[in-house]
């Protein structure tokens, strides 16, 4: 059953009521909806927790997708399985200092991928500290320099919407995708896209702040050449 993901629409929910509606074979728990991020697109899932009307709560580690199309979450409870029963309400709550970092680090990943205009073929979001992997034909990166352009446009307070978009326009603009180690999941008629007013848009199911000042200061820590072409571009939060 697709599970209503309301982080999808409002990245700054904290917590949401919601009714328990399968139990996979390895004890997940499928709510009809939720504000917890299942592991997707180089972003971890949330953590946090889903109280049961007797106060009782589950200790959530981890939130997956069940399916392909990206349409169904099972939340994974600490320690196995969880006395839950389908039809039970719960109320969920996620970590919310580590989402809010999160947040703050993949929308700086998207403007990254605006400093640095080449194909990217890999990546991977974390609370202090990300990455993002470039097809950079010359070596030599700058860091000052982009932690510059970076500077700029975070102090611009650009900000940053979503809207979707049919599989079919998808296809009709590819330049719009950066990645091409992931793939904007398709197939369901629809695609999420994230824009950065005037600095970036691209497909992307992650959650990200509402304005770029919310993201403060960020550096590159370091560049790694992984291969003949490939550069490892370290960011961090300051």
């Known amino acids: 059953m697709p599970t209503d993901c ?11 009521s919601a009714t328990v509606v399968g ?10 909806r939720t504000i917890f991020y299942a592991a997707s697109g180089g972003q971890p899932a949330d ?11 589950i200790i959530v580690e981890n939130a997956i997708f069940t399916d392909t199309g990206k349409t169904e979450i099972a939340h994974i409870p600490s320690g196995g399985s969880a006395p839950v029963k389908v039809g039970d309400a719960v109320h969920a709550v996620i ?8 947040m703050r680090m993949h929308t700086a990943l998207h403007l990254l991928s605006a400093v640095l205009p080449y194909p990217v073929t890999g990546g991977s979001v974390g ?32 900000a940053v919407s979503t809207r979707w978009i049919s599989d079919e326009e998808l296809a009709a603009n590819p ?10 999941p398709m197939g369901t008629g629809r695609v999420r896209l994230v824009e950065i007013k005037g600095l970036d848009l691209q497909p992307c199911g992650g959650t990200h702040v509402r304005r770029t000042s919310e993201i403060g200061q ?5 560049v790694e050449k992984k291969g003949k072409q490939n550069r490892r571009v370290r960011l961090a939060l300051v």
Do not use: N
């Open 175 to 184: 330049k719009l995708v950066k990645t091409m180690s992931v793939k904007p």
């Open 127 to 158: 609370e202090s500290e990300s990455r993002l992997d470039f097809d950079i034909p010359e070596a030599g990166i700058d860091k000052d320099a982009i932690d510059a352009k970076l500077a700029k446009m975070i102090a611009t307070d650009a």
């Open 95 to 102: 970590d919310w200092e580590q989402r809010f970092a999160r």
């Open 23 to 32: 139990i996979t074979e390895q004890g997940g728990i499928v709510l009809d």
């Open 218 to 222: 960020v550096r590159v820590t370091q």
């Open 47 to 57: 953590r946090g927790a889903l109280t049961l009307p007797s106060g009782d709560a």
């Open 6 to 16: 309301l982080f999808r629409e409002d990245s700054y929910l904290k917590e949401c």
